[in-house]
């Protein structure tokens, strides 16, 4: 039964990030790569306040499977792979608020396409 779910909830991951893969492939991306997505996510880039180093791992930590805190905030968030968090990755238009804001936050500048589609392809294969 509960392999059932897990099965039932992959597949609902799927068709939203496989949507954006596309929108993202008909930006000229691809092929997407679940190693240069987790390479992306602990790569520490320049902080414009001086301060320590930013990547997606200072919020989300190194591991996505597990919970976060806000570098600013201090605000708790949840897992974002959706191997153990069913909600994460079920919506298009909330991944891409969410990549181009965390992605400006963290570089400086808005993410790539191929970026975008390495880390969405890194987070859905844990």
């Given amino acids: 039964m509960a392999a059932a779910l897990l099965l039932g909830a992959s597949a609902a991951q799927a068709a939203p990030v ?4 596309a929108e993202y492939q008909s930006q000229g991306a691809g092929p997407f790569s679940a190693k240069a997505g987790k390479t992306f996510w602990t790569k520490g880039f320049p902080n414009p306040d001086g301060g320590a180093a930013r990547s997606c791992a200072t919020c989300h930590t190194g591991d996505p499977r597990k919970g976060g805190q806000h570098a600013d905030t201090g605000k ?29 936050w963290v570089t400086g500048a808005e993410l790539s396409p191929q970026i975008k589609g390495d880390v969405l392809t890194y987070l859905r294969n844990l």
């Fill in 18 to 21: 496989d949507d954006l893969l």
């Fill in 76 to 104: 708790l968030i949840d897992p974002l792979a959706p191997s153990v968090n069913p909600q994460r990755l079920t919506d298009p238009a909330f991944m891409a608020k969410w990549l181009k804001r965390n992605g400006t």
